[in-house]
């Protein structure tokens, strides 16, 4: 398998886009004629939209570039005095407005969590949409993938074979959680779909 091209800039170590250069170190040598030159101005993020981003046609992740939000996910521009997230910008510039202020700007690559905002890679989805696109990518943060999940899995499937066999409280103690836990455990309020799992074993 080819390696993927990197950035020729030393210890940079971003996906190359073009003329040897990460997105960020080709806007800057585009804008001032030396990869290494200049900072980040508060207009640099919606020129490197407006000049660079929307014009990436390859079916390449492009990376952004400048300051990233929460888990990894694309910072924002400033829209007429306004921050916003500029994955849900080029959305909108490339699909046109949402259908609903509620539809979320989805990455069919699953990599916005890398902070991708290559435009071929956006589409409008609703939120339950959007979510369902993190389970198919793997990228959901759904039972022991959350960093707060006090259970595994394998617990889980314990808590649920031992349904009506020992007590929620005994249960609790054994697994290190509060009896509400095991209890919305067993009606189905979380971890959900070990439920649904466990439902089809037994019919």
């Known amino acids: 398998m080819a390696k993927s091209r990197v950035c020729s800039i030393p210890n940079c170590g971003k996906p190359h886009e073009a003329k040897g250069y990460c997105s960020a170190h080709y806007y800057r040598l585009l804008r001032n004629g030396d990869p290494l030159g200049g900072g980040t101005s508060p207009g640099d993020p919606l020129r490197f939209v407006h000049e660079s981003a929307v014009l990436h046609a390859s079916d390449e992740c492009l990376p952004w570039p400048f300051g990233k939000g929460p888990a990894g996910y694309a910072g924002t521009v400033l829209i007429d005095g306004k921050s916003v997230l500029a994955s849900r910008y080029i959305c909108e510039l490339v699909n046109g407005p949402p259908p609903t202020p509620k539809h979320e700007a989805a990455h069919s690559c699953g990599k916005g969590h890398e902070a991708c905002i290559a435009p071929g890679h956006l589409v409008w989805k609703t939120h339950a949409e959007n979510e369902a696109d993190?389970?198919?990518?793997?990228?959901?943060?759904?039972?022991?993938?959350?960093?707060?999940?006090?259970?595994?899995?394998?617990?889980?499937?314990?808590?649920?074979?031992?349904?009506?066999?020992?007590?929620?409280?005994?249960?609790?103690?054994?697994?290190?959680?509060?009896?509400?836990?095991?209890?919305?455990?067993?009606?189905?309020?979380?971890?959900?779909?070990?439920?649904?799992?466990?439902?089809?074993?037994?019919?």
Do not use: M, Y
């Not at 793997?138 to 007590?167: P, Q, Y």
């Open 134 to 203: 993190k389970l198919t990518h793997g990228t959901h943060g759904r039972g022991e993938r959350n960093s707060k999940a006090k259970l595994t899995e394998a617990d889980v499937r314990e808590i649920l074979a031992l349904k009506g066999k020992e007590t929620n409280p005994n249960l609790a103690a054994r697994f290190g959680v509060v009896p509400q836990t095991i209890s919305c455990i067993h009606t189905g309020r979380s971890w959900a779909w070990l439920t649904e799992d466990a439902k089809e074993v037994a019919a």
